[in-house]
């Protein structure tokens, strides 16, 4: 009994925390939200040719990794781990600001999620992108 009760209540909870992010303004727009989507836009011209040759992929926790560094140049490599970083603090800055733009900090990870699965879905035929199994190719 004490075990279906439980299941019970972490169902309910699941339900309730994807109700809550339903009710989520993810398109809500704030000088810092702005600021951080102009400098992704300006870098993902940079991004675009290493998403293209399989070199960088969107992760399963909404950011992006270098998936194969032997597809880029050494001499190039550096400046592309640099643009990996660039947009990975971006895109956790952007989740928590969306986030406190919702008055609700509690609500990053689902934020955050949903993004992640966002990214893949707008993903060009080719990238890579890692779900529970690892690493596939759209």
């Known amino acids: 009994m004490k075990k279906i009760l439980f299941g019970l209540l972490v169902l309910a909870g699941f339900f309730m925390s ?16 702005s600021a951080l989507k102009a400098s992704m836009q300006t870098r993902h011209g940079q991004l675009a040719a290493h998403y293209n040759s399989g070199a960088v992929g969107l992760t399963k926790d909404g950011l992006i990794a270098v998936k194969d560094a032997n597809l880029v140049a050494l001499k190039d490599r550096q400046s592309l ?53 690892g690493w596939t190719k759209r």
């Open 18 to 33: 994807q109700i809550t992010l339903a009710a989520a303004d993810l398109e809500v727009n704030t000088p810092a939200i």
């Open 81 to 133: 781990n640099g643009l990996v970083s660039a947009e990975n603090g971006d895109r956790n800055a952007l989740y928590k600001e969306i986030a406190n733009a919702n008055g609700h900090a509690e609500w990053e990870a689902e934020i955050r999620s949903t993004f992640a699965q966002r990214w893949v879905q707008k993903a060009q035929s080719g990238w890579w992108y890692q779900d529970a199994s």
